[in-house]
T-cell receptor, first 109, second 116 residues
Framework: GQNIDQPTEMTATEGAIVQINCTYQ??????LFWYQQHAGEAPTFLSY??LDGLEEKGRFSSFLSRSKGYSYLLLKELQMKDSASYLCAVWDSNYQLIWGAGTKLIIKP | IAGITQAPTSQILAAGRRMTLRCTQD?????MYWYRQDLGLGLRLIHYSNTAGTTGKGEVPDGYSVSRANTDDFPLTLASAVPSQTSVYFC???????????????FGPGTRLTVL
């Protein structure tokens, strides 16, 4: 079966750094996405990794290791507005997105 | 205004009733998707359409149908609603795979549906 695992919830402090991990087991791999979803809103695209390594985009970075079936999203200089759920999704061999349940990130002052 | 719109925003429906959720995009994306999102579960694909005139089944298609008569519209119909279909429904769209790049999906604001 296909499976994507993320921690259910994480707590971090404003101004700090947090790493959200995602492990996956899917039928094939054509890329991995990270989305942000604020409560009651739609998911919005954050990053995409298809090759191993780190992709940096401002305060957010995403890392991929295909051999380990592993990715992480790194958020630096946390702000209160970063309180949201972070969704990991993998494009499988049929180019269908398989979604993790999401990690709820709580930022404390 | 570019983007995806969904209607209604929310709906309470009696079991057994028929319901159509509307989705319209103006980004000229070829591919469109319907997902449901339930607490503690990831987004689950119901149906998709890679281009106007074609549709396909996703992970959880039972009890739902779709049509894609043109590029912009992708309605989702519940023929006879059941309480297990209580969920938040998101419509999304993306460029076709052949366009290259990550083809990130753009999501509508969602429809919160309660079936009693």
């Amino acid at each position: 079966g296909q499976n994507i695992d993320q921690p259910t919830e994480m707590t971090a402090t404003e101004g700090a750094i947090v790493q959200i991990n995602c492990t996956y087991q899917t039928s094939g791999f054509n890329g991995l996405f990270w989305y942000q979803q604020h409560a009651g809103e739609a998911p919005t695209f954050l990053s995409y990794n298809v090759l191993d390594g780190l992709e940096e985009k401002g305060r957010f970075s995403s890392f991929l290791s295909r051999s380990k079936g592993y990715s992480y999203l790194l958020l630096k200089e946390l702000q209160m507005k970063d309180s949201a759920s972070y969704l990991c999704a993998v494009w499988d061999s049929n180019y269908q997105l398989i979604w993790g349940a999401g990690t709820k990130l709580i930022i404390k002052p | 205004i570019a983007g995806i719109t969904q209607a209604p925003t929310s709906q309470i429906l009696a079991a057994g009733r028929r319901m159509t959720l509307r989705c319209t995009q103006d980004m000229r994306h070829n591919a469109m998707y319907w997902y449901r999102q339930d607490l503690g579960l990831g987004l689950r694909l119901i149906h998709y359409s890679n281009t106007a005139g074609t549709t396909g089944k996703g992970e959880v298609p039972d009890g739902y149908s779709v049509s894609r008569a043109n590029t912009d519209d992708f309605p989702l119909t519940l023929a006879s609603a059941v309480p297990s279909q209580t969920s938040v429904y998101f419509c999304a769209s993306s460029d076709h795979l052949l366009a290259g790049g990550p083809q990130e999906q753009f999501f509508g604001p969602g429809t919160r549906l309660t079936v009693l």
